[in-house]
């Protein structure tokens, strides 16, 4: 167990809907990381927040939003889907002490029909 | 922009053998951070092992250890007495320690199999 937690596990949703993806990092790492995962692909680096700031910005579509609460908690929002958006999302949470890893949640699995 | 290479998409070992995963990155920096990461049919990420660039003795955890070659930008990873729960796929990844982002990159992946 990372310490890091995503809700939910799986979703199943339709073209043009909206959701939400939550995590919640280890306690006390500040920054957060979202990536997004197809089928047999590598991890695509979507972007970053560190205590409320977006820090870092990757392939996010503009389709795609997050943000980071007061609480650390992050939220990654997806809308309008397409069948492409199909994917697992990780995130990822990192510590500001020496060694500088991240430790990933278990993901969520998001199916767009 | 930092590009990290994995050139073997798929590897096989036989157990209790070792093999070798390669890794090379590309980047004009001379602080960072490397790591392997190890995906498992779960799909859940672990880390595997970490390399910080200014040290020169090579990371080892207990059966995985690297190769740094800091010159020749190359970060191997060795896996000895290879056992059938090290199946997955490995990323190599790379992390930029400017203050803008402390992003990471990683590779394309490493899909290793383990013959019993």
């Known amino acids: 167990d990372s310490g890091v937690t995503q809700t939910p596990k799986h979703l199943i949703t339709a073209t043009g809907q909206r959701v939400t993806l939550r995590c919640s990092p280890r306690s006390g790492d500040l920054s957060v990381y979202w990536y997004q995962q197809s089928l047999d692909q590598g991890l695509q680096f979507l972007i970053q927040?560190?205590?409320?700031?977006?820090?870092a910005k990757g392939n996010i579509l503009e389709r795609f939003s997050a943000q980071q609460f007061p609480d650390l908690h992050s939220e990654l929002n997806l809308s309008s889907l397409e069948l492409g958006d199909s994917a697992l999302y990780f995130c990822?949470?990192?510590?500001?002490?020496?060694?500088?890893?991240?430790?990933f949640g278990p993901g969520t699995r998001l199916t767009v029909t | 922009a930092q590009t990290v290479t994995q050139s073997q998409p798929e590897m096989s070992v036989q157990e209790a053998e070792t093999v070798t995963l390669s890794c090379t990155y590309d980047?004009?920096?001379?602080?960072?951070?490397l790591f392997w990461y190890k995906q498992p049919p779960s799909r859940q990420m672990i880390l595997v092992i970490r390399q910080e660039a200014y040290k020169q003795q090579n990371a080892t955890e207990n059966r995985f250890s690297v190769n740094f070659q800091k010159a020749a930008k190359s970060f191997s990873l060795k896996i000895s007495d290879s056992q059938l729960g090290d199946a997955a796929m490995y990323f190599c990844a790379y992390r930029t320690l400017r203050y803008t982002g402390n992003q990471f990159y990683f590779g394309t992946g490493t899909s290793l199999t383990v013959i019993p």
């Open positions: 980047t004009s920096e001379s602080d960072y951070y």
């Open positions: 990822a949470s990192r510590g500001g002490l020496a060694g500088g890893e991240q430790y």
């Open positions: 927040y560190y205590n409320g700031e977006e820090r």
